[in-house]
């Protein structure tokens, strides 16, 4: 099971959905509302994709978005967010590698892609 997430600043209601509309199968998610959790599936493929909103991860602007599937589009969380980046046209944050739950934070630097372009910086 491969999983990517990524977090997004000021998540705009539907924009998720737009975005995923133009990278998958199949998109049935509800995100007209942002400010609550919202679950929601879709298919790449012939795999089935669990996608999943937790608005106000890491302080109250961020959206995480995690996508969880035997395939997926992208390969990696910066890909991910490389494209999300593309679609929504705000700021998205993604770790630096593969990180697993209970692995330590290296230096607490994740990417970070806006309009100044890709850089690591430290997530405060």
Do not use: N
Not at 22 to 48: I, T
Not at 52 to 64: D, H, I, N, V
């Amino acid at each position: 099971m491969q999983d990517l997430e990524i977090y997004v600043r000021d998540l705009e209601p539907g924009s998720v959905s737009d975005w995923l509309e133009s990278q998958l199968d199949e998109v049935q998610l509800d995100d007209a509302d942002v400010a609550r959790v919202v679950k929601g599936q879709g298919r790449y493929g012939s795999a089935g994709i669990r996608i999943t909103l937790y608005p106000g991860a890491s302080g109250k602007r961020f959206t995480s978005i995690l996508l969880e599937g035997e395939s997926l589009p992208w390969s990696s969380d910066l890909a991910c967010a490389r494209s999300a980046w593309r679609a929504m046209d705000t700021e998205i944050r993604c770790s630096p590698g593969e990180w697993k739950e209970g692995d330590p934070v290296e230096d607490d630097k994740w990417w970070r892609l806006d309009h100044r372009g890709e850089q690591l910086v430290v997530w405060s």
